[in-house]
């Protein structure tokens, strides 16, 4: 019932940066500014630099906008953990270690998986101190938003008095006065069409304008023509099977650990037990998984036998998936040393797509390749030919087998919706002195795409005035167009003033009845539903006027009043949500500015842009 509620509310969402209210409309240039210490932005005591941002955004879009977005979250979160930590909030161990556990990237089968853990560190983290402290901060920002606008209590009577006038109907008939409907009050006689063009004298001037003859080289059309051998298709799959086949492989291992920091006698001890386990199992590798479950130190594996499911190319740490990689399937590694300690490993199956399922992802791939060596070949003598032979495409027809296409008028300094005629730097070759005046070919315009356009000036039109005779329809049509626009306005608002002091009710030809509510998809547009439903219904018909952008004034006339449906319990659920949640959101805006207020912050010298870290 109240889906147009839920899909157009404002909905507080933990990442915070969807939250943009406190900060909305004044962008970092707006705070305080003072400081020798090349940082973007203090937030009370702490810092923000630009190697924080770049971190922020790593992966995801770098256009300036998103670069002040993510710096504005950056901003409010540091505002939210300086409250956290003035009120004395923590976050102990055990908190820490079970959101960790719990985050499925570092799951196996459902359990957490330190060597999964310990691969992610690796690869995006300095240190488990500096992920795990901002895990930590994350938490408490949660705990923080939680606590200021968590949970929301709407009383019934107000979901009922929202469902009602949310659920509430109008029977409505439009009468609609159009500008065209005066249009034998309007002058367009030849005095008035006179003035008007006088008055507007520099929209009748016809733009510079050009016709073109042009031909275009094309990377997809070459690749368009170029055959792709089975047998090359064969060999691009066996050279890249790993990686175009999406492979997987599905290992067990038995792992014996080493601390890092372990004396040579140490390590060469366990060395020498993982030795003496790798003979047993070669000798009955039936014992694998049994050995598994009580050798290995791998929590994660060792009650799975081992087990460590599918993974892809890169997953785990490089020995480790190097040695897998070159396996066999039930093939038993020697020993593979990891920074972790010793593995023993064996390769359980090999799960990839075959050849015929990316054939045609191979094809694709191969002809884009060939197309991109012939393109830049032949874009070589485009440009050679271009040159040489500059009063004529022929040459390019000749050479590179293009088709001569034509253009229609083409204005300058008015790019178009196509991409390819409407290109700016299209335009602004054909119309150099070179290409225009000296009636020479363009060089070759690179208009993206992997297209490149050599172009000539067919036809040229100076700038001009058009004659008064050229635009006298025009003219008339505008004048009808804005003046009717005003009588139509002027009627109308004097036909409501008469209908709603109950003049004539019944003699105007309204239009056919229709039924508009809140609920459903509006059929008016929002203006118009905005009049008829803020117009008093105690007394019916009533009246509500609107002046649309178009020049017509609608009246509508309210016949009936439909009393909103019945609210099952689910509804009167889903509205009290919606309005708590618009409520949170309005509390988590104000607690947002308050710490604003208590936490100031000042802009650095250093730019968001700057190279400098």
Known sequence: MFEFVQNNKTVIQVILGAVALTFAGFGVSSYSSATDDPYLVKVGSVKIYKRDLDRELEGKPSDPAARQAALEDMIRRKLILADARDHGATV??????????????????GQFSQSRYSEFLKNRYQSAEAFETEISDDILV??????????????????????????????????????????????TDAAAVKAYYDANAKRFRTP?????????????????????????????????KADLSSEQRRASHILL????????????????????????????????AELAKAKSQDPGSAEKGGDLGFFAHGMMVKPFDDAVFRMKPGQISDLVET?????????????????????????DKLQKQKAAALFREQADKLSEVAYQQADSLKGLVDALKLEVKHSDWLQRNQPGKDDLLGNEKLLAAVFSDDVLKKKHNSEPVDIGGGRLVVARVAEHQSERQQAIADVREQIQGELVEREGAKLADKKGQALLADLKAGKNVDAPKWGAALTVSRRAAASLPPTDMRAVFSVAAAKLPTFAGVRHDTGEYVIYRVNKVIAAPAVTDADRAQLGNVLGELTANGQLGSYLQALRQKYPVTVGKQSLSDNSQ
């Open 339 to 363: 920074e972790y300690g010793f593995h023993i490993i064996r390769l359980d199956e090999i799960k990839a797509q075959d050849l015929e399922t990316v054939k045609a992802a191979i094809v």
């Open 92 to 109: 102990s161990a055990e908190q820490l270690r079970k959101v960790i556990a719990s985050i499925p990237l570092f799951q196996d089968n």
């Open 257 to 288: 650990t080493v601390a890092k920091d372990a004396a040579p006698a140490q390590k060469a001890k366990v060395k020498a037990e993982a030795g003496a386990l790798l003979k047993e199992i070669r000798a009955n590798p039936a014992k694998f």
């Open 142 to 187: 949660r705990s923080q938003l939680t606590s200021v606008a968590g949970t929301q209590f709407v009383a019934n009577s107000v979901v009922n008095r929202v469902a009602a006038l949310l659920g509430e109907g109008r029977e409505l008939q439009p009468l609609v006065l159009k500008p065209a409907d005066f249009a034998s009050e309007v002058k």
């Open 208 to 240: 510079e304008s050009v016709k073109l003859d042009y031909v275009v080289l094309s990377q997809d059309a070459l690749g368009q023509g170029i055959k792709i051998a089975d047998a090359d298709v064969q060999k691009y799959y066996d050279q890249h």
